[in-house]
Structures are given as structure tokens and as C-alpha cells.
């Protein structure tokens, strides 16, 4: 049963990153240099990768309670509403007093139905020294996982590595290389990793040589999932014990093989995977025990597509969520690859976030 539908009290998640106002305009076709254009529609609504996985999270069924920082403008004011409305407990994000607030322009293209995205950080930038030893422990106090963007990476790290001493697991979201990321990513148990990042991080030759590659560099990860858009998702988990008597598999054989099995006629998320325990190897990289899982994304008809903005947070905010309520894996990637298609059906990152009972 659903944490949130029991009488036990929802999972407390901690999260710690990047807070935003989006300025959403959709438009014809993306302008070319100098043009002038009309919007078909305009949005102005909560962004930023933390601030949305936590809204999905709270709008699934946990409590979030999250860290980061706003300034005392009505961006700020505004970004504190929205998340406080959706149930994200704001305790612990700071507010100063004079500067600007994180916003961000999205150019949405209707033709394409791809975003471009012009940020403007918040200013000052977060310090560490503004977690008081007294906050940051009230805000690990009863959490069941720590979710981290990679933002905000020198608070982050001392987050991380005081929840690490208390052995709360910790999901890393990672985009793009960014300061602080490699130490951020020893702390991590978990990974969820945009398309290009594992081959751009590792050098590997190809994404799931680079998943190996990966699990064998971080030894503490329990899974690392690759994001890939409409192509659904690709996960490899560790096992919890050594396989290093069984014969070897290569990975890329062992993602054809499960490619293979995909229903391209069914519309609906499935999960494919491999058998448990395997000694699944990558050439020149090495070899280590686990399994392949491969999750198809929902198709989406081309009518009901408005905008892919903040697909990925709403993907982590479910994959959060069944962490936290004990979801299987073949369970759970279906259910975040729904509720990021939930997303893709309206406007920005956070109005077609689905609430638990609605799914």
C-alpha cells in the first residue's frame, strides 16, 4: 500500500537545489535572428530542478522539505507560495533581503515541440555558512532520502556528507558536469543521469559500456538510470552479491537482446530486464554483477505534446517516490515514465504534474 494511503505518515524527502520563476512563451516556430514574434500562449509558473522533482514528489504522496535560497522580490515570494501550496515544506530555504531571485525564459516551438532556455541566477549565490549546523540537522532529522541537483554544490556537499554519516540514502540528478560534482556523486546510493552525461563524464565509447564504467568508479551506487527522452530510459543495478563465477556478458549485446523485446505497438510504459546476478562486462573497462533494465517512455500522440519543459524532474520526483515507498524496479520505471508523460501535456515543468489519486 502507498504510503499515503496508509496510516503511516508520508516518507520525509530532503532536497537540495535550484529554485526558479519560469517564463514560459510558446510560439509558431522558433524565431530566427532579429525577428520579431508573436506567443501562442504565456505561463508564468514555479521552475527549477529541485523545485519541480520536490512538487511532483509532494503532489505523489511524500513530504518534501527543501534547501536553497530566494531573494525578497516577488519572484521570491512567489516561488515560496507555490512550492508551500503544493506541500513543500520551505523551513530551511533561505531569503535575502536585497538581490534577485532565480528566473528563467523558455522559448517553447510548436513546430519542433522543443524548449530553449535562458537562465538568470539568483544573486547572492547561496553561502554554506547560511546552514547553521541547528537547520541542517532539523532538516535530516526523520528524512528517508536526500535528493541532490547538483546545484548549490558547496552546501550540497555538507549535506550530503552529513547524511551520509547518519546512512540516509542519498539520489544524485545529474545533467551536466558541474562544480562539485564527482565528490556530490561518492556520497551518492543512487543516480539519475541525463542522455549524454555518462559517456561525456567516463569517455566511454557508448552509453551502457559507460554505465559499467560508472558502477565500477562509484562502488557505493546501488543503480545508475540513464534518461533518453522519447526512447525511455536504461538502468543498471547492481547486485548484492558477486556473480564473478558466472560467465560474462557483454552489455551492448545485453541491451540489443532486451531491445529486442520491446512491443513497439503498445503505447504504454513497459520495463524489460534481464535475468538477476549477471557478470555483465564492457570491453577495456571491466566487468561487475548485476542487471540490465530497459523502460520504455509512454508514446504520446503528436496532439496531445505541448511541452517536454521539466520531463526529466518529474521522471526523478516518481522515481523518488517509489524509492521511498518501496517500489520494485518494474514498477517503478513504468510509473515515472507516466507522470513524466503526465507533464509533457500541458505547459511548463509543473501543471500537468499528476497527484497519486489521479493516476
Given amino acids: 500500500m502507498a504510503a499515503s494511503a ?9 532536497g537540495c537545489g535550484a529554485v526558479s520563476v519560469d517564463y514560459l512563451a510558446t510560439v509558431a516556430s522558433f524565431p530566427s535572428p532579429d525577428d520579431k514574434v508573436r506567443s501562442l500562449a504565456l505561463k508564468v509558473q514555479g521552475g527549477g530542478n529541485a523545485g519541480n522533482a520536490l512538487t511532483a514528489a509532494a503532489r505523489l504522496g511524500l513530504a518534501p522539505r527543501i534547501i536553497s535560497k530566494v531573494s525578497n522580490d516577488a519572484l521570491g515570494r512567489s516561488i515560496l ?14 531569503v535575502a533581503e536585497d538581490g534577485n531571485s532565480p528566473f528563467t525564459y523558455i522559448i517553447v516551438d510548436n513546430q519542433t515541440k522543443t524548449r530553449t532556455c535562458i537562465h538568470t541566477p539568483g544573486y ?13 540537522f532539523a532538516a535530516l532529522h526523520g528524512a528517508d532520502m536526500v535528493y541532490f541537483d547538483v546545484r ?16 540516509i540514502p542519498i539520489l544524485v540528478d ?3 558536469k558541474r562544480d562539485g560534482l564527482d565528490e556530490l556523486l561518492n556520497f551518492a546510493t543512487y543516480v539519475v543521469c541525463s542522455a549524454k552525461f555518462p559517456q561525456a563524464w567516463t569517455g566511454a565509447s557508448s552509453t551502457p559500456v559507460a554505465l559499467v564504467h560508472m558502477l565500477l568508479r562509484l562502488p557505493n551506487i546501488k543503480f545508475v538510470i540513464v534518461t533518453r527522452g522519447e526512447k525511455g530510459c536504461l538502468m543498471l543495478e547492481r547486485s548484492m552479491t558477486d556473480a564473478s563465477e558466472t560467465e560474462e556478458i557483454d552489455v551492448e549485446g545485453l541491451l540489443e537482446s532486451l531491445e529486442q523485446k520491446v512491443d513497439s505497438s503498445s503505447s504504454m510504459p513497459k520495463c524489460i530486464v534481464s535475468k538477476s546476478n549477471l557478470r555483465i562486462s564492457a570491453d577495456g573497462v571491466g566487468s561487475m554483477s548485476g542487471r540490465l533494465v530497459l523502460g520504455t517512455a509512454e508514446l504520446i500522440p503528436s496532439e ?19 524509492l521511498c515507498t518501496g517500489m520494485p524496479v518494474e514498477k517503478m520505471l513504468p510509473f515515472a515514465a507516466q507522470v ?4 509533457c501535456r500541458a505547459l511548463g ?9 489521479s493516476l
Fill in 6 to 14: 496508509s496510516h503511516m505518515p508520508n516518507p520525509i524527502l530532503l
Fill in 174 to 176: 545529474v545533467e551536466k
Fill in 349 to 357: 515543468a509543473r501543471a500537468g504534474l499528476p497527484r497519486r489519486l
Fill in 124 to 136: 547572492p549565490p547561496m553561502r554554506p555558512e547560511e546552514l547553521t549546523k541547528e537547520n541542517l
Fill in 81 to 94: 507560495k507555490e512550492l508551500q501550496d503544493d506541500g513543500v515544506d520551505t523551513s530551511y530555504l533561505m
Fill in 340 to 343: 513524466a508523460a503526465c507533464g
Fill in 152 to 167: 548549490l554544490h558547496e552546501t550540497a556537499l555538507l549535506v550530503a556528507e552529513e547524511a551520509s554519516q547518519r546512512k
Fill in 304 to 322: 496531445e505534446l505541448v511541452d517536454t519543459t521539466g520531463a526529466g524532474d518529474a521522471f526523478i520526483g516518481a522515481v523518488l517516490y517509489g
